[in-house]
């Protein structure tokens, strides 16, 4: 069965949000994917979830089933359509879809939007190309082999033309072709070039509606005060104050939902702007029953886990003879690298809107899961999922937070309550108190050096709490997926081994933009930066031997991973850095290069330091993520991955004492700004290879570089971050 | 009540003399433009232009901007329009929500210094924070739009 239909003269085309008229295309994607659920496998019934129309006035339509969120893929995915399909950009309009299982997988997590949309979109672009080609033929009465498009016009060969509005009404007659033939990639004229982001114009004018800017008739604002431990409940609460708040109109207990992604609870301030609602919170009286995790101290903890490291582990993956490498060492290195707990922080805090009426609920909501929200709100309302609208607005960062839709319940709760649309919005200081924290890590390598300086042994034991903790608590070991990514190290080391150490969890632990690379990509670069110290040699060439030949290794994913490209981005980013070359006195390099979400970054930074503070000159970042769709997307995401690399690097720790999590905003919880910044230099290797992730992978690389650079210049290796706790910054 | 002049227009609200003027503007005014991000004058989403300064919205009192003029990114200032051309042609955004906050601060720079160095920049732009990290295109677009102005 053909994965893509002509659905124009199909009644259901309301349903997915596009009015009727003009041609409009259907894709299940599905059929191109290696993930998707197995129900829309189902091809015996025809379930698209991907959306093109054209309309006669030659505007081109198309529904975007992935959030936007800073990551371009409104733009990216659009232009792959509008590429193949010899469209005019100008032309182009992005609907955002609200979520539904309609759509497909709508979750923008894991850098695969692009993976997975690609070829479908590809595909949908060249057909509907391939069909107004033919509606021209047919109206010109000439063969199609005459006939070529350009720019939203079919063109014949006479000279003659005609636009793509005008061949509307014949081609939504047409059936799809059966045989398509794709554009020649040298011929694209979006994909893999620079293209201008389709909501700049908005987010520069302040036009763009984000969650915390929707507004419906009658609308209340809500805050709410959570238990300042993780889980803790409200024993008793005052109001009086609150309600004495100017413009304040209700306080309400909301109840914890003991689930992944349920709200914490807490009590709930209504009032008629914001401001009321954060005052009237401020002014509530609480008691709490702070409950069992109001003993977490992130101090001791760390000294806890990192016991554990240091002491036999459960065994995640064991290759060859560890304890015979080390027997027979030449040379033992040893580190232990603790890294701290770190909260997303987007510059939009959590905030919906929700309008709960009888059994029906539509919520307005910055999420980068819609699907997943409509499920928590129908379970929460005990509604079919089908009486649930989430309209997905723009959002102000994510980076992994804005996929978990608690906040989502929240509003739905205190509308319910209140029998009136609410927008609930999060302080800042709710936002890095009650997070999904990325994890706290302590990691001990160990590794046997033989007397030509090559790795013959290498042990890596760490402890985290797991991201698994928060679907399934009580887990108190690593999971499988943090796992793989110490025992996949592409490293050519014959005796292997990973074990992983106790380590409950006292707050909800969350994935963060890169996720377990961060600990993963710390201790690894930095690990093979002391090797290469150790064994006296330079660490481009230490490492270019340590990953060892080329070859591609088999993982159980259905991606694998090529040394050969691995060495490669290296290569190039030591080349463009001149690596080796002298640089200005005082100044020094650092490099580091890792694998994640199947994409291959290595980056080199230049550092120089004064009066002991770390300044970072140049980043050099080089990127492998296959075939590209928008290189400027790109290249800004890792622009701002090395921004996000340095926040971390320098200023990121959440910390816990007494179970309460002590920063409160950007003040102690820092972000890095204008005059920190390095000039970052990007390169794209060019590749017809399937295109990979992009949003994350940038992330990793940038915070071992620093370490490695620093040692380079003063002699002194920092096992620990973030550097300003040693004063560095 | 309290008057308040926002890009040119008069509004008459009834509020709380102590609510911050970002939540006036947003909430009762209505422009939501200006943004939210801290509420502590840290991360400079809320900047806009009180009689040609900037300032961080949620710092002041709506009291205090009586009888003032203020400019949100939804006003019109001749430099902040070329600022949003440059920002637009080198896209500048990722998430966007910062760069209400971003432009404002850099209109503000403009008007006062036409042609700002490198630590000039900073200055003017370390108040505002930027979680997706756009701040070099935020340069490269303040350096493109004194250029354009040179060459009229
Ligand atoms: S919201 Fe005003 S400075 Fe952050
Ligand atoms: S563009 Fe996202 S915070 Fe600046």
Same mark, same amino acid.
């Given at each position: 069965?053909?994965?893509?239909?002509?659905?124009?003269? *199909?009644?259901?085309?309301?349903?997915?949000?596009?009015?009727?008229?003009?041609?409009?295309?259907?894709? !299940?994607?599905?059929?191109?994917?290696?993930?998707?659920?197995?129900?829309?496998?189902?091809?015996?019934?025809?379930?698209?979830?991907?959306?093109?129309?054209?309309?006669?006035?030659?505007?081109?339509?198309?529904?975007?089933? *992935?959030?936007?969120? /800073?990551?371009?893929?409104?733009?990216?995915?659009?232009?792959?359509?509008?590429?193949? $399909?010899?469209?005019?950009?100008?032309?182009?309009? #992005?609907?955002?879809?609200?979520?539904?299982?309609?759509?497909?997988?709508?979750?923008?997590? @894991?850098?695969?939007?692009?993976? +997975?949309?690609?070829?479908?979109?590809?595909?949908?672009?060249?057909?509907?190309?391939?069909?107004?080609?033919?509606?021209?033929?047919?109206?010109? =009465?000439?063969?199609?082999?005459?006939?070529?498009?350009?720019?939203?016009?079919?063109?014949?060969?006479?000279?003659?033309?005609?636009?793509?509005?005008?061949?509307?009404?014949?081609?939504?007659?047409?059936?799809?072709?059966?045989?398509?033939?794709?554009?020649?990639?040298?011929?694209?004229?979006?994909?893999?070039?620079?293209? *201008?982001?389709?909501?700049?114009?908005?987010?520069?004018?302040? &036009?763009?509606?984000?969650?915390?800017?929707?507004?419906?008739?009658?609308?209340?604002?809500?805050?709410?005060?959570?238990?300042?431990?993780?889980?803790?409940?409200?024993? &008793?609460?005052?109001?009086?104050?609150?309600?004495?708040?100017?413009?304040?109109?209700?306080?309400?207990?909301?109840?914890?939902?003991?689930?992944?992604?349920?709200?914490?609870?807490?009590?709930?301030?209504?009032?008629?702007?914001?401001?009321?609602?954060?005052?009237?919170?401020?002014?509530?009286?609480?008691?709490?029953?702070?409950?069992?995790?109001?003993?977490?101290?992130?101090?001791?903890?760390?000294?806890?886990?990192?016991?554990?490291?240091?002491?036999?582990?459960?065994?995640?993956?064991?290759? @060859?003879?560890?304890?015979?490498?080390?027997?027979?060492?030449?040379?033992?290195?040893?580190?232990?690298?603790?890294?701290?707990?770190?909260?997303?922080?987007?510059?939009?805090?959590?905030?919906?809107?929700?309008?709960?009426?009888?059994?029906?609920?539509?919520?307005?909501?910055?999420?980068?899961?819609?699907?997943?929200?409509?499920?928590?709100?129908?379970?929460?309302?005990?509604?079919?999922?089908?009486?649930?609208?989430?309209?997905?607005?723009?959002?102000?960062?994510?980076?992994?937070?804005?996929?978990?839709?608690? +906040?989502?319940?929240?509003?739905?709760?205190?509308?319910?309550?209140?029998?009136?649309?609410?927008?609930?919005?999060?302080?800042?200081?709710?936002?890095?108190?009650?997070?999904?924290?990325?994890?706290? &890590?302590?990691?001990?390598?160990?590794?046997?050096?033989?007397?030509?300086? !090559?790795?013959?042994?290498?042990?890596?034991?760490?402890?985290?709490?797991?991201?698994?903790?928060?679907?399934?608590?009580?887990?108190?070991?690593?999971?499988?997926?943090?796992?793989?990514?110490?025992?996949?190290?592409?490293?050519?080391?014959?005796?292997?081994?990973?074990?992983?150490?106790?380590?409950?969890?006292?707050?909800?632990?969350?994935?963060? *933009?890169?996720?377990?690379?961060?600990?993963?990509?710390?201790?690894?670069?930095?690990?093979?930066?002391?090797?290469?110290?150790?064994?006296?040699?330079?660490?481009?060439?230490?490492?270019?031997?340590?990953?060892?030949?080329?070859?591609?290794?088999?993982?159980?994913?259905?991606?694998?991973?090529?040394?050969?490209?691995?060495?490669?981005?290296?290569?190039?980013?030591?080349?463009?850095?001149?690596?080796?070359?002298?640089?200005?006195? /005082?100044?020094?390099?650092?490099?580091? #290069?890792?694998?994640?979400?199947?994409?291959?970054?290595?980056?080199?930074?230049?550092?120089?330091?004064?009066?002991?503070?770390?300044?970072?000159?140049?980043?050099?970042?080089?990127?492998?993520?296959?075939?590209?769709?928008?290189?400027?997307?790109?290249?800004?995401?890792?622009?701002?991955?090395?921004?996000?690399?340095?926040?971390?690097?320098?200023?990121?720790?959440?910390?816990?004492?007494?179970?309460?999590?002590?920063?409160?905003?950007?003040?102690?919880?820092?972000?890095?700004?204008?005059?920190?910044?390095?000039?970052?230099?990007?390169?794209?290797?060019?590749?017809?290879?399937?295109?990979?992730? #992009?949003?994350?992978?940038?992330?990793?690389?940038?915070?071992?570089?620093?370490?490695?650079? %620093?040692?380079?210049?003063?002699?002194?290796?920092?096992?620990?971050?973030?550097?300003?706790?040693?004063?560095?910054? | 009540?309290?008057?308040?002049?926002?890009?040119?227009?008069?509004?008459?609200?009834?509020?709380?003399?102590?609510?911050?003027?970002?939540?006036?503007?947003?909430?009762?005014?209505?422009?939501?433009?200006?943004?939210?991000?801290?509420?502590?004058?840290?991360?400079?989403?809320?900047?806009?232009?009180?009689?040609?300064?900037?300032?961080?919205?949620?710092?002041?009192?709506?009291?205090?901007?009586?009888?003032?003029?203020?400019?949100?990114?939804?006003?019109?200032?001749?430099?902040?329009?070329?600022?949003?051309?440059?920002?637009?042609?080198?896209?500048?955004?990722?998430? /966007?929500?910062?760069?209400?906050?971003?432009?404002?601060?850099?209109?503000?720079?403009?008007? =006062? %210094?036409?042609?700002?160095?490198?630590?000039?920049?900073?200055?003017? $732009?370390?108040?505002?924070?930027?979680?997706?990290?756009?701040?070099?295109?935020?340069?490269?677009?303040?350096?493109?739009? #004194?250029?354009?102005?040179?060459?009229?």
């Amino acid at each position: 069965m053909n994965p893509i239909k002509n659905i124009s003269r *199909r009644t259901f085309v309301k349903s997915v949000g596009l009015a009727s008229g003009g041609l409009i295309l259907a894709c !299940n994607t599905s059929v191109f994917s290696d993930k998707e659920k197995d129900e829309n496998k189902d091809l015996t019934n025809f379930n698209p979830n991907l959306f093109v129309q054209l309309n006669s006035d030659g505007s081109l339509i198309l529904i975007a089933s *992935r959030s936007e969120m /800073g990551n371009g893929v409104r733009t990216s995915l659009t232009s792959v359509i509008a590429d193949e $399909m010899d469209a005019d950009w100008t032309k182009v309009i #992005v609907q955002q879809a609200v979520g539904d299982a309609k759509y497909g997988d709508q979750n923008t997590d @894991g850098s695969r939007s692009v993976r +997975y949309l690609y070829e479908p979109m590809r595909k949908m672009g060249a057909m509907a190309r391939a069909m107004l080609i033919s509606a021209a033929a047919q109206t010109w =009465k000439v063969p199609v082999t005459e006939c070529t498009a350009e720019n939203h016009f079919v063109l014949h060969s006479s000279g003659k033309k005609i636009a793509y509005g005008d061949l509307v009404e014949i081609a939504k007659n047409l059936e799809v072709p059966t045989e398509i033939t794709y554009k020649n990639p040298k011929d694209f004229k979006y994909i893999g070039k620079k293209l *201008r982001g389709v909501d700049t114009e908005e987010y520069s004018n302040g &036009s763009a509606i984000f969650g915390l800017d929707k507004r419906l008739p009658n609308m209340k604002f809500a805050a709410m005060q959570r238990c300042p431990v993780t889980f803790g409940t409200v024993k &008793s609460f005052d109001k009086t104050a609150a309600l004495k708040v100017a413009g304040v109109i209700d306080v309400i207990e909301i109840l914890r939902i003991a689930k992944p992604f349920g709200t914490l609870g807490g009590i709930a301030v209504i009032a008629s702007n914001t401001w009321a609602a954060f005052k009237g919170k401020d002014a509530l009286k609480i008691e709490w029953d702070l409950g069992d995790n109001a003993s977490y101290d992130s101090e001791k903890y760390m000294k806890q886990i990192t016991e554990n490291v240091h002491k036999q582990g459960k065994v995640g993956k064991d290759v @060859g003879n560890v304890n015979k490498a080390f027997k027979n060492a030449h040379k033992i290195v040893e580190s232990t690298y603790q890294l701290p707990h770190l909260a997303h922080a987007p510059m939009e805090v959590p905030n919906a809107v929700a309008w709960v009426q009888g059994d029906s609920c539509e919520v307005w909501a910055p999420t980068q899961d819609p699907q997943s929200a409509r499920k928590e709100v129908a379970d929460y309302l005990e509604t079919p999922e089908d009486k649930v609208t989430i309209n997905v607005t723009f959002l102000g960062g994510g980076f992994g937070r804005k996929s978990k839709p608690d +906040y989502v319940v929240e509003a739905v709760a205190i509308s319910k309550a209140i029998n009136a649309p609410v927008q609930i919005v999060w302080t800042r200081e709710d936002d890095i108190k009650h997070g999904y924290y990325h994890t706290v &890590s302590s990691q001990y390598l160990k590794a046997s050096l033989d007397k030509q300086g !090559n790795v013959t042994g290498w042990l890596n034991r760490f402890a985290l709490p797991s991201i698994a903790s928060t679907f399934s608590p009580g887990v108190d070991y690593p999971a499988g997926f943090e796992i793989s990514s110490a025992a996949n190290v592409p490293f050519d080391i014959k005796n292997m081994k990973v074990e992983v150490g106790q380590s409950p969890a006292y707050v909800r632990i969350g994935w963060l *933009r890169s996720v377990i690379n961060i600990p993963h990509g710390f201790s690894q670069n930095v690990f093979a930066d002391e090797l290469a110290v150790a064994a006296g040699k330079d660490p481009l060439e230490f490492r270019l031997n340590l990953i060892g030949k080329d070859r591609i290794e088999e993982t159980e994913d259905p991606i694998k991973y090529n040394t050969a490209r691995l060495k490669n981005v290296l290569k190039l980013a030591t080349k463009n850095a001149n690596w080796g070359k002298p640089l200005p006195e /005082g100044h020094a390099y650092g490099l580091s #290069v890792h694998y994640s979400f199947y994409s291959y970054v290595a980056s080199v930074v230049e550092i120089s330091m004064a009066f002991n503070k770390v300044k970072v000159h140049n980043v050099y970042t080089v990127i492998d993520c296959g075939q590209t769709v928008n290189k400027d997307t790109i290249k800004a995401q890792m622009e701002g991955a090395a921004i996000f690399g340095m926040s971390l690097a320098f200023y990121g720790k959440i910390t816990a004492k007494n179970g309460a999590i002590e920063q409160s905003n950007y003040s102690d919880y820092k972000m890095i700004r204008m005059n920190e910044i390095p000039k970052v230099h990007v390169e794209i290797v060019e590749s017809t290879e399937i295109p990979t992730g #992009v949003g994350e992978p940038g992330v990793p690389v940038i915070a071992p570089a620093i370490v490695n650079a %620093i040692f380079k210049l003063t002699g002194k290796r920092y096992y620990n971050l973030p550097l300003s706790d040693y004063g560095l910054v | 009540m309290i008057t308040l002049q926002i890009n040119g227009e008069k509004h008459k609200i009834d509020v709380a003399p102590e609510m911050p003027l970002l939540w006036a503007i947003r909430d009762i005014v209505g422009l939501t433009g200006t943004k939210y991000g801290c509420g502590i004058g840290v991360c400079g989403s809320c900047k806009v232009l009180l009689d040609n300064s900037p300032v961080q919205s949620c710092m002041i009192p709506v009291s205090a901007a009586e009888g003032k003029n203020v400019i949100t990114i939804e006003g019109v200032s001749k430099n902040l329009q070329l600022l949003q051309e440059s920002w637009t042609a080198l896209n500048v955004p990722q998430c /966007g929500f910062c760069q209400p906050g971003q432009l404002i601060a850099a209109t503000a720079l403009l008007d =006062k %210094i036409s042609e700002p160095t490198d630590e000039e920049i900073n200055e003017a $732009m370390i108040g505002n924070i930027c979680r997706c990290g756009t701040y070099q295109r935020i340069k490269n677009a303040i350096h493109r739009t #004194v250029e354009l102005k040179k060459q009229g």
